[in-house]
Every structure is written in C-alpha cells, then in structure tokens.
C-alpha cells in the first residue's frame, strides 16, 4: 500500500538557519511527489512537485527538494529559514489508481525562532 | 489565475443533520476529489470523481456521505447525518486530464455540535 512517512512531527529553526524537512515514500510504480505547506486555519498551498526528470526541483518561496529514489526518500531543503516559514508542511505521494488520489504524510510542523 | 472555490468558508450544524458543501472547481477540470482534516492531523482521501462515477472511495467515505456534480459546475459533498467525529476541514480539489497536480481549495471548516 502507498504511505508517506514524515519522521518528524515538529521542527525548530533559527531565523535565518538551514533547513530539511524528511519525507519517505513507499509506492510501487514512479511516484508522483509533492511538498504542500499550510499556514493555521489555510488551506494548501503547493511548495513544489516532482513526476519526472532532473531529480533536485525548485519551488516558490526559495525552497527545493531532491529526489533519491535508492532511498525513497523526498527531502524539503531552505537554505535560509524566514520566520514567515513558520507552518506546517505535508509531504504527499501521487497514486495512478482511482483517477489519481493525493495520499498526505503525517505533516511537520515548522517553528522558527529569532 | 482560475482557483478553486468553496462555501461555505464554516459550517456548524447539530448531530444528525445534514449538511452539503460546495465547491467549484476551475472550469477545465475533469477529475474532482474530496479530502478532510481532521484538527491537528493528517489530510485523508475520502472520494475520488470522474465522468460523473466515483472513482474510488475510503474506508471514510461511508453510506452517510454522497458525492454529485450536478449542473456541470459546482461539486458537492453531502453528509446525510453528521456526527462528531465528522468535524473538521474539508478540502475539495481537482485536476486536468493527463496531469497529476491536484488544486484545492481553501476548505469547509465543518463543526458538528
């Protein structure tokens, strides 16, 4: 069965510090990958997205991932943390069955201190 | 830029009623998805649409709840009796043939008291 797993549940980084969220995928077939972010009481908003190609993608808002398939893994890197990153953030795995659902990890929650 | 719209923004309503939230989806989207947020955790798959069938359904996705498009626009996620438990945000989205990013839009907060 498809899972994403997001190890850890809440993260605290300094201003201005880097930063990786992890994020592992278990799915058969060419996972369909994505980073979502959600501000309290928002809605999602799509980081980035990987399907296909060069394995390191760039998103809005200065972030980037990298896919490594050897380790099913599909990690969300900042170099420079602002503290209006401060949010939750869902990794989450494409299915090809039933017209393509989105399955979501557990999510991160990102505090940023002064 | 075309986004996905739902009403209402909050729902609150009492145990056993019914409720239906609407969504609009942008206007060349053929597959259509509810999701929902139970507070503080993870968004879950409920119910996937496509051609006027469901696609396919969770475990959540139960006989309370019901999915229609029924004029070629709107999109909508009835829940026949609500309880408790079916307190949270509901997120619709969609997406366009032979793509894989799903829109959503900004969610229902439904409570049920």
């Known amino acids: 069965a498809q899972s994403v797993t997001q190890p850890d549940i809440h993260i605290t980084v300094s201003e201005g510090a880097s930063l990786e969220l992890r994020c592992n995928y278990s799915y058969g077939a060419t996972p369909y990958l994505f980073w979502y972010v959600q501000s309290p009481g928002q809605g999602l908003q799509l980081l980035l997205k990987y399907f296909s190609g060069d394995t390191l993608v760039q998103g809005i808002k200065g972030f980037e991932a990298e896919f490594k398939r050897s380790q099913s893994s599909f990690n969300l890197r900042k170099p420079s943390v602002h503290w209006s990153d401060a949010a939750e953030y869902f990794c989450a795995v494409g299915t090809n069955t039933g017209g393509f659902k989105t399955i979501f990890g557990a999510g991160t929650r990102l505090f940023v201190k002064a | 830029e075309p986004e996905v719209t739902q009403t209402p923004s909050h729902q609150v309503t009492q145990m056993g009623q019914e409720v239906i939230l609407r969504c609009v989806p942008i206007?060349?989207?053929?597959?259509f998805y509810w999701y929902r947020q139970i507070l503080g955790q993870k968004v879950e798959f409920l119910v996937s649409f496509y051609n006027n069938e469901i696609s396919e359904k969770s475990e959540i996705f139960d006989d309370q709840f019901s999915v229609e498009r029924p004029d070629g626009s709107n999109f909508t996620l009835k829940i026949r009796s609500t309880k408790l438990e079916d307190s949270a945000m509901y997120f619709c989205?969609?997406?366009?043939?032979?793509?894989?990013?799903?829109?959503f839009g900004p969610g229902t907060r439904l409570t049920v008291t």
């Open positions: 989205a969609g997406r366009r043939q032979a793509t894989y990013e799903q829109y």
């Open positions: 206007s060349n989207h053929l597959y």
